[in-house]
């Protein structure tokens, strides 16, 4: 009964990312700090997903699994059905180069390149020549609105303006995979409210994303919600589903 | 009280049958709150034996039309000039609920909070989700309305997570204080108005 009335789009293929019993146990001194705790996770193409938790509840550091930046004490790591943990450096730096994209509170941009030379980056690295590279980031920065501001350096743009540059330079390319830690911590309302539509507008076109962030009003933009605390998922909203759950309610 | 005068206030622009509130209410709030079909005949027939709005004469299809009378306007009138008494709006049932958890032998605070926070998510997460459809089909009260119920979401999960955090802080559970009865009586809907 139920298959007939699924709201959300059956996806039908491995998720992009899979967690599967991950820990992360860092040395303190003569102790040790429990990071992440056999944490088990699914994001599948087309879905959002947001990271909620206290501070120094894991968040930064699942996400930081999941990107490769950092390597798992336990349980395995899969990005579009390749583990983490087989990739010798270069392969996994290949595959973050061409897979995966990021965007940070505080923007990470070079700050001597232009916005169009720093979305143009990740595929020159790639073996794009430059002009094929410029011509792609030019498309993905009028995806982010920006248009006039391409040539400038990042300390000539906005706080909002960089981290559009950011979303450009994260989404470029045949990335899926597309993580962003606390994107609007540094921006006011509306300028995080205008960063989540790219990012949902992303996720929407296909890629899987992953937020990070403190604010549950961003975080409500995400298909499904999941609570760290010291390191252990605690809880998650479930998919969004809603024919089934009136249907549910209704029997 | 609301749903009266909510209706109440669809006849401002013009003369209306019972039908037609139905869908004009759900309309200006954002199809947020639904009413059924029942109630708004009972509200109407009530409206009308108030004097508030009058029958007059039938449309095209024979259905009666009611139109609002100057009582009717006066009594919007002085509703609209009336702010929302904080005696008016339901009890907190989460506020006395948390609070009995944490003051209740026994009782993990904690997964209370969390549950409620879930749950608090899930809600703004289909709210935000039909905010986004009601700015794209550029349905201003209906984003403004989904705004307000986002916004005391907001409020909600920042004092969940602050409850949380003071009841950790002393132990996973909170003394039970006694008050005075009749001093600053607090009711769970914070009572500005009975405290003046």
Known sequence: MSAGWRVTADRGTAPVLRFSGVGRVYPSGEATVVALDDVTLEVAAGELVAVMGQSGSGKSTLLAIGGGLDTPSSGQVLVEGTPLGGLNPSALARLRRDRIGYVFQDFNLVSGLTAAENVALPRELAGMSVRAARREALVALREVGLVDEVDRFPDQLSGGQQQRVAVARAVIGERRLLLADEPTGALDSSTGQAILDLIRARVDAGAAGVLVTHEARFASWADRIVFLRDGRMVDSTGDRDWAEQLLEEAS | ??????????????????????????????????????????????????????AEGTNADGRTMYAITDTGRAALDTWFATPVADSDRPRNELAIKLLTAATTPGVDVTAVVQRQRTESMRLMRDYTSLRREADRSDDVAGVLLLDGLVFALEGEIRWLDHVETTVLRRGGRLKPVARPRRAGRLSATTNRSSAS
């Open chain 2, 1 to 54: 009280m609301t749903v009266k005068f909510g209706l109440l206030a669809l006849f401002v622009d013009g003369p209306k049958y019972g039908y037609q509130l139905c869908t004009e209410f759900e309309a200006r709030t954002g199809g947020t709150w639904p009413v059924n079909v029942g109630q708004v005949y009972t509200t109407l027939e009530r409206l009308d034996r108030d004097g508030l709005v009058a």
